[in-house]
């Protein structure tokens, strides 16, 4: 394999004497649940901006269906729930992370239902349902199947409340300001306002992950990777690249976004069928359905190669009609506009990219390797995860990984007793001029590549022919200087992209979401370790 892609520093040219200046104690990059919870908790002592890309609803957590996996169920407990999670991870998660996360959750699901937050109850108590993984219910919901979106409402409520934090919506941003490995704020573009240099004394990177690289994803448009591709070219370390996760079930109609089918279908009693309505998950796991993500999804490509069909059927039909549309109201809407009655029909499933579990590398204070930058939710790695995330824990990840990361960086901000003033920089990065090229095109191209050569099976062959041919476009495009998102975002999936290829060929193994097809086995030996990569 080549040598990894060298991006420049910049993506844009900037002179700090000529462009306009803005200065907040903290600066939020992100507004899911890691974000905004984060942005509260630093309120408390600092003035905070929060900028997003998109409306400050459209991220990932508003999507996100499940639920919450939290201890609060009789019976259950810290061990049980750390447990699952360490064996899901195989051997790659930090169990010092992975209790102080578990330990934490109640407490701040508890503030969530104190600031508003209705969770799903019956008879006025909790309900807890089981997902894949889980070997307890421990997981809340609410609106059946509408729990991001309900922690994301409640945390806006939240922010909308407190004259400590502004919000600017539709603001891209661009690249981390850095010098001498301290980051001291962030260039940001405007539709009309146009570039403007944002200056912090903090800065707090929660900008999710990077699903958009791939053709079939769950993940909205606005996941293409921007805050591990700034992070890496500032310097900072990212770590378990390789990971991805493919969620097993979203619904495949040809031609249409792939929606996502909540695990918590299963959980409730769902089966999958092959092509020939025979039930397979049992002959591949003792757990069946219920087994974790990374089994689930490569036993049903397997069986959609087997059958020769482009997906199998969730099958919940024998679920009481009154319970399946009070459960999953949304799924319900969703499969109506297509046709599909879930009381009646089988729904046709597929794995679609969801989660990166790797991300900039942050230490238990969600701190990066760059000083005055810290990274939290999806576009963090914590070690929460490992190789494999258990359904559930990524909004309990979020929640408790953005409160630490906003009180850290509060109290880092107090420490800084100088007024911010704008370092003297001129940037040039020495673009080339931008000849006639399809942006589109070639993003279309990049996720279609990754789709099939970087997806749930990889093998040396499959990953040197996406190395060629991200490489080939990166030529094409990453000299460029452009001057709108479309362009940035595209240099940034090239950039993530060669990262995620990068180490899948590295870690030569197959170890929970990374299964290579010519390596297998496990290797501990060699392989229980984290690889990291740094510019």
């Known amino acids: 394999m080549k040598k990894r892609i060298v991006p420049k520093r910049y993506l844009i040219s900037f002179d700090t004497r000529t462009h306009s200046h803005l200065f907040t104690d903290i600066l939020v990059v992100g507004s899911g649940v890691a974000g905004l919870s984060a942005a509260i908790q630093a309120s408390n002592h600092s003035s905070v901006l929060i900028i997003t890309k998109d409306k400050i609803d459209e991220n990932n957590t508003t999507y996100a269906q499940g639920g919450v996996a939290v201890v609060l169920s009789p019976g259950d407990n810290i061990s049980k729930h750390k447990k699952d999670t360490l064996t899901a991870g195989q051997g790659l998660c930090n169990p010092a992370i992975v209790s102080k996360i578990i330990s934490e959750g109640p407490k701040r699901v508890q503030e969530m239902i104190e ?11 909790l309900i807890f349902t089981q ?3 889980h070997g307890f219910p421990r ?10 979106r309900e922690v994301e409402n409640t945390l806006i409520r939240r922010i909308k409340k407190n004259k400590n934090i502004k919000v600017f919506e539709y ?9 001498d490995n301290f980051c001291h704020g ?21 900008t999710g992950g990077c699903g958009q690289v791939y053709r079939e994803t769950t993940n909205p448009g606005v996941a293409t990777g921007d805050g591990l591709a700034m992070a890496y070219r500032a310097g900072a370390a990212l770590q378990d690249m390789e990971f991805v996760q493919f969620h097993p079930t979203t619904l495949y109609i040809a031609g249409a976004v792939r929606f996502l089918i909540t695990e918590t279908v299963r959980g409730e009693g769902g089966i999958l069928l092959n092509k020939n309505g025979d039930r397979f998950m049992p002959k591949y796991h003792e757990k069946a359905e219920l087994a974790p993500r990374d089994v689930v999804s490569q036993s049903i490509l397997k069986e959609m190669r087997e059958t020769g069909n482009t997906h199998v059927s969730l099958d919940i039909r024998h679920i009481p009609r009154k319970r399946l549309f009070t459960r999953f109201p949304k799924i319900k809407e969703i499969c109506e506009s297509f046709g599909i009655d879930i009381s009646k029909d089988l729904i046709p499933v597929r794995p679609s990219a969801h989660y990166m579990i790797g991300g900039i590398k942050v230490n238990r204070l969600s701190m990066t390797t760059v000083k ?10 914590t070690g929460m995860h490992g190789a494999n995330r258990l359904g559930s824990n990524s909004l309990l990840e979020g929640l408790v990984m953005g409160n630490i990361a906003g009180i850290e960086a509060c109290k880092s901000a107090q420490g800084i007793k100088t007024n911010l003033t704008p370092l003297s920089m001129n940037e040039t990065p020495g673009a080339s001029k931008i000849s006639w090229l399809d942006l589109e095109d070639i993003g279309d191209s990049l996720k279609s590549l990754m789709w099939r050569n970087v997806g749930i099976e990889r093998n040396e062959k499959r990953l040197l022919q996406a190395e060629e041919m991200i490489d080939m476009w990166c030529k094409y495009v990453m000299d460029k200087e452009f001057s709108n998102p479309e362009g940035w975002e595209l240099q940034n999936m090239l950039l993530v992209a060669s990262l995620i290829v990068s180490s899948a060929y590295k870690r030569r193994e197959s170890r929970g979401v990374h299964h290579r097809t010519d390596y297998p086995q496990t290797d501990d030996i060699h392989w229980k370790k984290h690889l990291v990569l740094k510019k």
């Open 372 to 381: 005055h930058l810290y990274a939290c939710g999806e576009a963090a790695c």
């Open 131 to 133: 997902e894949g993984g």
């Open 139 to 148: 997981i809340i919901r609410a609106l059946g199947d509408s729990t991001g």
């Open 186 to 206: 962030i260039a940001v573009w405007h539709p009309k306002k146009g570039t403007t240099l944002i200056w912090a004394k903090q800065t707090i990177l929660a």
């Open 171 to 179: 603001t891209y941003a661009i690249d981390l300001i850095t010098a």
């Open 115 to 125: 600031w508003g937050a209705e969770f799903d109850k019956e008879n006025d108590h």
